[in-house]
């Protein structure tokens, strides 16, 4: 069985209930983990209300502002966790963004601004987290770290646009992170999660539809779940994934791996 008894890490990309990264924190504190969760900026401050909200159902866990489009914001959380902890066990990196205007027009004309927002946010970010990760983990003897990814990296999905390239990055990224930790006995991996309704993939123009194509041609011919992402995601974290590294794993239903 998998425990997380006295395992510590932090989770980014909470947005709401909804959100893969809510569904991964849940799971983890179940399994006995010691947590941190993380909050972007917001000005109507519903990010910080969701992630204050899940925290007092994950055993009070630690709050964090963190933009990570800033080195400083990252650096200071960091530093809080290594203050109260001492080391760190795992980080989950589930955070995306790209223009929505960028989304609906055609890639070819994605705007400058655009790619590189996308590209900062989604895949740039995991490196500083990452820097700022690998002195706590190796205080720990190793660790895990996690990116969500989609297969819109290496196929060219519909109205998915920017963010592909960005998620393909992101899973390069992770590969040569893999490489360079892989010493320390740090595990870098992805998870390609399937296509699900939360609130980054409510910025797809007609998102439904992919959905709907999805489940229909998956191989066990539905959508995945959250939980089932999720608990995927929980396994590559633990120690009973401690021979898997440089991976992007499928959790997709077997959408995959078939000819449509």
Not at 25 to 38: C, D, I, R
């Amino acid at each position: 069985m998998i425990s997380f008894s006295g395992k510590r890490g932090v989770v980014l990309g909470v947005a709401n209930q909804r959100s893969i990264a809510s569904g991964v924190a849940k799971q983890l504190h179940q399994l006995g983990a010691e947590l941190a969760l993380t909050y972007a900026p917001d000005p109507k401050g519903r990010f910080e209300q969701n992630v204050r909200k899940l925290a007092e159902s994950c055993g009070n866990a630690m709050v964090l502002p963190m933009d990570v489009r800033e080195d400083a914001a990252i650096e200071k959380g960091f530093a809080e966790m290594e203050a109260k902890w001492g080391a760190l066990d795992f980080v989950l990196h589930s955070v995306a963004y790209a223009d929505r205007g960028d989304l609906e027009k055609p890639f070819s004309s994605t705007s400058r601004d655009g790619w590189r927002m996308a590209q900062e946010v989604s895949a740039y970010s995991i490196l500083p987290l990452a820097h700022h990760a690998a002195p706590l983990m190796r205080k720990a003897g190793g660790g895990s770290l996690v990116g969500m990814t989609f297969i819109g990296s290496v196929l060219a999905v519909p109205n998915y646009n920017v963010m592909g390239p960005a998620k393909a990055a992101l899973e390069s990224a992770v590969r040569y992170l893999a490489r360079e930790l892989g010493p320390d006995n740090i595990r870098c991996n992805t998870i390609s999660a399937g296509a699900l309704r939360t609130l980054s993939s409510s910025g797809i123009r007609n998102f439904g539809e992919m959905l709907k194509v999805a489940g229909e041609h998956a191989a066990l011919e539905r959508n995945v779940t959250i939980e089932e992402v999720a608990k995927a995601t929980v396994f590559l974290l633990s120690d009973a994934a401690s021979g898997i590294t440089g991976q992007s794993i499928y959790v997709d239903c077997g959408f995959n791996i078939m000819a449509n």
